[in-house]
């Protein structure tokens, strides 16, 4: 049976839960001794450097700082808040910060890194390295396998793009110039229908030519009309003539 409830993330067992404990006791009397050592040796240096600036401070006092500072690191070394030498380490930092403070070097503060490069050139560095980096990740992995992948897409993509770009069959221009359409509109219809039974079978495109052979016939027989009705003219003139 659990020893907590369900919602309960933390120790469980009881050896876990004796863990939980020790550490909390640990912590109680190893974190105090932390912080009194970081704030020593703080206050050790901002004392060190109101003396070398002549704000206030004497130099008995920064070494009366520089003692509570250097006892406060041994005592939690001696008790294992920290390991010793952690301890030696920043005792002899502290005394070389001090000792150039009191020289008169003051409290040396990181030096910002001078810009080489203008502005344009810094904007075109950084689109040069993006640009690279996009051309890194869509390479892929440089493996035999990832090789053999990149080749795929490839010749996937530039299939696509042929099929894509492939010209269409060329549709039959079955529509007649707009003055003729709109001079003969029968002529148009009958060629329309002749074409579209071309593309059917071939019967249809006799049958569509007949078609368009009808839609002929009446323009034809007007034009062979009209000359037999004027001989038929000419001759009633002449038997006229010669009745008179």
Do not use: C, F, Y
């Not at 993330?9 to 006791?25: E, F």
């Amino acid at each position: 049976m659990a020893h907590s409830p369900r919602g309960w993330t933390g120790a469980r067992t009881p050896s876990a839960i004796k863990r939980v404990r020790t550490a909390q006791r640990k912590r109680a009397i190893n974190q105090p001794r932390r912080t009194a050592a970081k704030t020593l040796v703080s206050k050790a240096l901002l004392v060190a450097n109101d003396t070398s600036a002549g704000i206030s401070g004497t130099p008995e006092e920064v070494q009366a700082a520089v003692q509570r500072a250097v006892s406060a690191l041994d005592r939690a070394a001696k008790i294992g808040a920290i390991h010793h030498n952690a301890a030696d380490r920043r005792k002899s930092r502290l005394m070389l910060k001090v000792n150039a403070m009191l020289a008169g070097e003051g409290l040396a503060a990181p030096a910002k890194g001078a810009r080489q490069v203008g502005k344009a050139a810094a904007a075109k560095q950084a689109k040069a390295r993006i640009a690279a980096s996009r051309a890194v990740k869509a390479k892929g992995a440089q493996t035999a396998a990832g090789k053999a992948r990149a080749a795929l897409a490839r010749t996937s993509r530039s299939e696509a793009g042929d099929t894509a770009a492939a010209p269409a069959a060329p549709a039959t221009d079955t529509a007649a110039p707009a003055t003729k359409a709109a001079a003969k509109p029968a002529a148009t219809k009958s060629t329309t229908k002749a074409a579209s039974a071309k593309t059917s079978t071939p019967k249809a495109s006799s049958s569509a030519k007949a078609a368009t052979a009808k839609a002929s016939t009446p323009k034809a027989a007007a034009k062979t009309s009209t000359p037999k009705a004027s001989a038929a003219k000419t001759s009633t003139t002449k038997a006229a003539a010669k009745k008179s």
